[in-house]
């Protein structure tokens, strides 16, 4: 009983993925996801509460993804800025941004292009303001740790460490680049970022 139950639910988020992506959130309909999928659209409403919590729930897995590189980076699990020019660093880091579109290249091209009408329709905006916050409070820790840096940076500027961020992303599932030139490109950006934070936290 419970693996046809479970078989219903990934069948309607089959179902809905394809469709929020073929049309977004707000032109797919209830009654749509019920017509391809063959569930009953009284049945829906025994698996999610609405159309909102089905497409909070295709997309989780790369807003959690998102959260987990927030944190380890600026959050819990934050970096000492020494540690944070080093080669293994960039490499690490370059990695993380490439994981990130090779799993969830499918799912950020409905969570940023195809979200508009549902909650997370401003995710991005919330993200970049939670990512500012985050790195403000990073670099206070920081400056009490080192005496030698001096993060009086705007909070625009670090508002704008993640808004390039998610432009890289948005860029690269747009135009598709070979997993070499990929590399590449994401190696050049993460490069750029690290030396211009180093730049302004030692002035």
Not at 97 to 109: A, P
Not at 126 to 139: D, G
Request: proline letters at 2%; one cysteine or more.
């Amino acid at each position: 009983m419970q693996k046809a139950k479970d078989n219903i639910r990934k069948k309607l988020l089959q179902t809905a993925e394809c469709l929020f992506r073929q049309k977004g959130f707000s032109k797919t309909s209830m009654r749509e996801i019920s017509d391809i999928s063959c569930v009953g659209l009284s049945n829906i409403y025994n698996y999610f509460e609405n159309k909102d919590e089905i497409f909070c729930e295709i997309v989780k897995p790369v807003t959690q993804a998102f959260e987990v590189i927030l944190q380890k980076h600026h959050g819990d699990g934050r970096q000492d800025f020494n540690d944070m020019w080093s080669p293994d660093y960039l490499q690490r880091t370059t990695e993380e941004y490439m994981d990130m579109i090779h799993k969830h290249r499918r799912l950020m091209t409905i969570l940023f292009f195809r979200a508009q009408g549902s909650s997370l329709e401003k995710f991005r905006e919330q993200f970049t303001n939670r990512s500012t916050e985050l790195v403000k409070e990073h670099m206070q820790c920081m400056k009490k740790m080192h005496d030698g840096h001096h993060p009086d940076i705007s909070d625009f500027t670090i508002h704008l460490h993640t808004v390039w961020m998610f432009t890289l992303l948005e860029e690269c599932i747009i135009h598709r680049p070979t997993p070499e030139e990929l590399k590449k490109i994401i190696t050049e950006y993460v490069t750029f970022e690290l030396a211009g934070w180093r730049e302004l936290t030692s002035m």
